[in-house]
T-cell receptor, first 113, second 114 residues
Framework: DQQVKQNSPSLSVQEGRISILNCDYT??????FLWYKKYPAEGPTFLIS?????DKNEDGRFTVFLNKSAKHLSLHIVPSQPGDSAVYFC????????????FGTGTRLQVTL | DGGITQSPKYLFRKEGQNVTLSCEQN?????MYWYRQDPGQGLRLIYY???????QKGDIAEGYSVSREKKESFPLTVTSAQKNPTAFYLC?????????????FGNGTRLTVT
């Protein structure tokens, strides 16, 4: 049972435009959400996180939005740059679970010139 | 520079052989984790350890074993009992079991078993 879902396996966006990556979750116990970026043959690197007490968190070009009632979060990248081309993983955790993250299947973002 | 070192980057083994993947961190993190990535799938948790000499099974622990004798080291053994061992293995660590610190990952070991 996939508790964290990223339904778009890939996304292509022009440089300078907005990239929107989506993530849905089913476990209502999840209260902490993260986005990771991964290049081929490397480990994921942490991008941004959000706690369930917030509905938005911003860090430079990256903004994460959380809609708890819809169990949906999204990552916005504005403006998109070619170096943003990577696989993006959404992850979630519940309080008291020892930082055990449940990951989505990832979305491959391609930023074109 | 602090970080997580996984070695080797690529590993090849014959079916039926046990193999141990190394993970060392110099971040002084208490908690360490092993994840597995397969094509088209998210990362799945194999084992984790919150403190030295203690570890717990993750979601897909069957066919794997770990040890945590030192804070900085968390080796993973892929045994011959693991039915589909070929995968990309990622080690991670975090300061503690709370949510305040996200996981830091190593660069992974790609294991191929033929």
């Amino acid at each position: 049972d996939q508790q964290v879902k990223q339904n778009s396996p890939s996304l292509s966006v022009q440089e300078g435009r907005i990239s929107i990556l989506n993530c849905d979750y089913t476990n209502s116990m999840f209260d902490y959400f993260l986005w990771y970026k991964k290049y081929p043959a490397e480990g994921p690197t942490f991008l941004i996180s959000i706690s369930s007490i917030k509905d938005k968190n911003e860090d430079g070009r990256f903004t994460v939005f959380l809609n708890k009632s819809a169990k949906h979060l999204s990552l916005h990248i504005v403006p998109s740059q070619p170096g943003d081309s990577a696989v993006y993983f959404c992850a979630a955790a519940a309080t008291g679970t020892a930082s055990k993250l449940t990951f989505g299947t990832g979305t491959r973002l391609q930023v074109t010139l | 520079d602090g970080g997580i070192t996984q070695s080797p980057k690529y590993l090849f083994r014959k079916e039926g052989q046990n193999v141990t993947l190394s993970c060392e961190q110099n971040l002084n993190h208490d908690a360490m984790y092993w994840y597995r990535q397969d094509p088209g799938q998210g990362l799945r948790l194999i084992y984790y350890s919150q403190i030295v000499n203690d570890f717990q099974k993750g979601d897909i622990a069957e066919g794997y074993s770990v040890s945590r004798e030192k804070k900085e080291s968390f080796p993973l053994t892929v045994t011959s009992a693991q039915k589909n061992p070929t995968a990309f293995y990622l080690c991670a660590s975090t300061i503690g079991p709370g949510r305040g610190s996200p996981l830091h990952f190593g660069n992974g070991t790609r294991l191929t078993v033929t």
